[in-house]
């Protein structure tokens, strides 16, 4: 029985596949399998390479930037000769260009000069600005960065053109750079920001700021204005944190824009920059709003509000809405009406009794 | 005196020892917080200044163990810290921090720091 397997299988083996198709299928397979083999290794052997290559840069060139950067303000700079070889080679510039950028982050005064300093005379300046010319996205905003970092200042032009590019992290980068150099008068990339300034790139602007004395915003009405949300949304944040009173008519105003997420950033503006007529344009606007909103004025109408408010707040105790119904107890608590507030619970002690307790407890808290 | 610079890059940390070295110090580096711990157990420097974050184990972390140690808790500790980290920097005084320097900082006002904490000690 297995014979006769064998000898059919013999038979329909040869029948399809010659001696001399099997030996050459034999030699590809060798080929592809030697290949295979041959190219691991190659491309194993050039990691290593590069790996120790960057290792010897590293040994040679740490010690040398360290020594240099804590050198006194008078010393001269000299390059070693070995090191003007190394620096021909793209590795070794990458490497050190990393290096000073991790070293001037952390440092200011004399080393901080110093790392410039050495920046500039090994040429890397030019490095920054090829990275700037490219047409990669990421090469770009690496470049923004290091000319940022570095105090490139006079390269300030060039940036500004890039806070508008069509690229978020190419715009951000240069946004950044621009208020390092020039703190609140590099906030003019608003007057061109047509793409919009995510929560994230504002958050960050506004740290950054906090390292720069205050200065004019003169151009705040116009951001105010602008026709892309993002800035209105960021001037409103601006006018909030550095109280920018002089903007509260255009901050008003913000109350009915179209964009519901400029009109709770206006409210929260109006909080810390508003009057009376601010809280009676709040009231004016409450009921075009949805409950975010409604909820966002309730809390925030008492840092402007006044006696003058609490019957629009007596209203909203009768809203179908608790938290509304709460949000307005607290207002006129803070407003001082409390006592109207009691005067409600004694006459409906459901819900108002445990809403006046509440917000007793949490005013006497 | 012996001083403990905890830092997990180890560019600064060159930069830190080369400068402190230079100013006479006996100078112990380390690249993270567990690191750091073990080395302050073993040699009792007389000031420490970490990073607030690195890996294993945090700045402040440090700055709560040394503190709550009874040998160690009068080694005087300066915390390194980054923008935007003015929580942290106030938690580690809670934790007993001696000072902070916010990066970038400048080395000489680093100096003046050691000095004024070497006296008090």
């Known amino acids: ?365 | 005196m012996k001083i403990l610079i905890a830092e997990d890059e180890p560019l600064i940390l060159q930069t830190l020892e080369l400068k402190l070295k230079k100013e006479g110090y006996d100078v112990i580096g380390c690249t993270d917080g567990l690191d750091a711990l073990q080395k302050i157990d073993a040699e009792q420097p007389d000031l420490v200044i970490t990073d607030i974050m690195m890996p294993y184990m945090s700045g402040l972390e440090v700055v709560r163990k040394v503190k709550q140690d009874d040998v160690q808790k009068n080694i005087p500790v300066i915390v390194l810290s980054t923008m935007g980290q003015e929580n942290i920097v106030e938690e580690a005084f809670e934790l007993g921090a001696d000072d902070y320097l916010k990066k970038p900082f400048s080395l000489s006002e680093l100096s003046i720091r050691i000095k004024r904490l070497a006296k008090k000690g």
């Not at chain 1, 064998?6 to 397979?29: D, G």
């Not at chain 1, 020039?182 to 906090?210: P, T």
């Not at chain 1, 409210?267 to 809280?279: H, P, Q, R």
């Open chain 1, 1 to 365: 029985m297995v014979f006769l397997f064998q000898n059919h299988f013999k038979t329909a083996f040869e029948q399809y596949i010659t001696p001399q198709t099997l030996i050459s299928c034999v030699v590809f397979f060798l080929c592809i399998t030697f290949s295979i083999v041959f190219f691991t290794y190659l491309y194993l052997g050039l990691k290593k390479r590069a790996f120790f290559f960057k290792e010897r840069i590293k040994k040679n060139l740490e010690l040398w930037i360290s020594n240099v950067i804590l050198a006194d303000d008078d010393e001269e700079i000299r390059i070693p000769e070995k090191f003007q070889r190394l620096f021909k080679t793209k590795a070794a510039r990458d490497y050190a260009i990393e290096n000073l950028i991790t070293n001037k982050k952390t440092f200011s005064g004399s080393v901080a000069n110093n790392i410039r300093q050495l920046y500039e005379e090994l040429g890397f300046k030019q490095d920054s600005l090829k990275k700037l010319q490219s047409n990669f996205w990421y090469i770009k905003a690496k470049g923004i960065q290091e000319l940022a970092i570095m105090d490139q200042n006079d390269q300030l032009l060039r940036v500004y053109r890039l806070t508008n590019s069509k690229n978020d992290l190419v715009r951000n980068e240069a946004q950044a750079a621009i208020i390092h150099w020039s703190g609140f008068n590099g906030l003019r990339f608003l007057n061109i920001a047509s793409y919009d300034i995510s929560e994230w790139q504002q958050v960050q602007l506004l740290v950054q700021l906090k390292n720069f004395t205050q200065q004019d915003m003169p151009k705040m009405q116009q951001w105010l204005s602008s026709p892309n949300d993002t800035v209105v949304i960021f001037a409103l944040k601006l006018s909030e944190v550095y109280q920018q009173f002089q903007v509260k008519n255009k901050v008003e105003e913000c109350l009915f824009h179209t964009n519901e997420k400029v009109r709770i950033q206006a409210v929260a503006t109006l909080a810390k920059i508003g009057d009376e007529n601010s809280a009676g344009k709040m009231i004016q606007q409450y009921r075009q709003e949805r409950f975010t909103n409604r909820i966002n004025i309730l809390q925030q109408i008492h840092k402007i509000g006044s006696e003058a408010h609490i019957p629009f707040l007596q209203h909203e105790l009768e809203n179908e809405n608790d938290f509304l119904k709460l949000a307005a107890a607290k207002a006129m608590a803070e407003l001082g009406s409390i006592k109207l507030l009691e005067e409600k619970a004694a006459e409906n002690p459901e819900p108002y009794q445990q809403i006046y307790q509440h917000v007793k407890a949490e005013m006497t808290f």
